[in-house]
DNA sequence: AGTATCTGTCTTGTATAGAGTACATGTGTC
DNA sequence: GACACATGTACTCTATACAAGACAGATACT
């Protein structure tokens, strides 16, 4: 492997990374900075790639992959030398999933949507300041839209992102988006304001509708969870063909709108 | 800090606690304890009683939950001053369950397991010694066993437990199993000896079979799951009513045996 | 009012965890 | 065989993360 940049990912987001760089690191952010990556990459490394990748010493980066194997956080991957994420992280997500009401029926919402309408169906969430997919269920097209649990995406991509902002002061919006997040996979580029002015008329509206966002052949219908009247804790979702029509979109919409309402917590 | 303990819970066990107590402690150690903490008693705690819990101090404990909340890997409770388990750990669980095929394989199968036969079905591993309930499925009886996901029970109180030490050495059996393991719930004590023995000759049946050791009302199925020839990476069980007849008995140890057959990897 | 017990933040000294470096071992290539 | 480059372990040295304690503000009970 002489190039190793392979696995080049975005890892300087949450956790600011680099900072005074030469300096001593504590030694949870390393974890944190190595759990991310793993999660980032979706694949075993090995040890000294890893310390590489998230820019630690070799010899510090074996004495905690050493304890979080120990702990169970991580496995030793099958073939030999390789890490990732281990039996106890699931163990722990699991138990995340039962202390939270919403995330449980979240899921069983979005199956029971793309079962009945046979499009891809979301669940997202805001996590630490970004879009989250955190329960997606495939749809039943030939050709389906894919797009793997866990994955975060630039909010202003999203319909859910201009539904999860409803409420939020200006300038922590402006926090939350980069530069970057507004220019779209295709290259052209949002202007923050009409973002803002969008997120306002979908609070408002109750729902969200955007075409041909991150691709030009989809689009993407949303609907707000309410965790306290005024708050959005989450959104559902589906994923149509750009050509769906006015009509059948707005069964859809209704449709998705009646299930948020149902998971919402209307206190 | 005289009482206290009424949150006492078993922590002493992965990670060996207390040692020469009054010394410092490694801040990521703190962070394992805590999760393992969370773990075990599957509710939010208030960041002082935590401190109390792992025996931390209140101002580390303050700064190690800053970081984690920070990270997404705890969030606060809804109530306010709370803590519990965050998204990103249900994230980077199902970042597991995807990297790993026997689990997504075994969890199905599990589901359909208790699906067809009415009966509780669970799949077991090893987690760092100990045998743990990885998914749970829990059947149509109208008194059902409940056992939840992540449990972790002594070794020898399980069929599972004596299909999953197959082919290791007596020392390390002695090892992963206490004294107090020996003890079962009712009082009653077994013998290493007799448990080494169970190993030995459920290992050459492929199947193991105990009745009334958890409870007087049981009777476990299992089945063992092969990752290589020879190494038992998972089992999974089926929890019957006691006076289950013996031809049923037999029926469903078949089947279960031909479950975990197709979930082996035979190498 | 006074007392007691919380929570959350901040400051300071020092034990120690992390960084750097070296070395033994393994593997692949020329 | 010599070289380049891995992995995994072991060793010091010192910058700093942890511990302890003080502090202000809440809440609660007498």
Known sequence: MQDGNALAVRLDDGLDEDKASGSREKGLNRVLQILEFLHATQRAIGIGDLAKAVSAP??????????????????????GNRVYFGKKLYLYGMDYVRGNDLLRRGRQEVDNLSRETGET???????????????????????????????QIPLPWTASGRLLLAGFERAVIEDMVSEDDLVLPDGRRLLLDDFIADIATSGAAGYCVTSG???????????????????????????????TSGEKTDDLIAMLRERAARLSITG
Chains 1, 2 share one sequence.
Do not use: N, W
């Open 58 to 79: 070799r010899s510090t980066t074996y004495t905690l992959v050493r304890s979080l194997v120990d702990a169970g956080l991580l496995e030793m991957a099958g073939d």
């Open 121 to 151: 169906s979301e669940l997202c969430m805001l996590q630490s300041g970004r879009y989250t997919i955190v329960h997606s269920s495939p749809g039943t097209r030939p050709f389906r839209i894919s797009s793997a649990t866990g994955l």
């Open 213 to 243: 966002l991150v691709d030009a052949y989809t689009k993407c219908l949303a609907a707000p969870v309410f965790s306290a009247p005024g708050k959005v804790e989450a959104t559902i979702c589906l994923v149509v063909p750009i050509d």
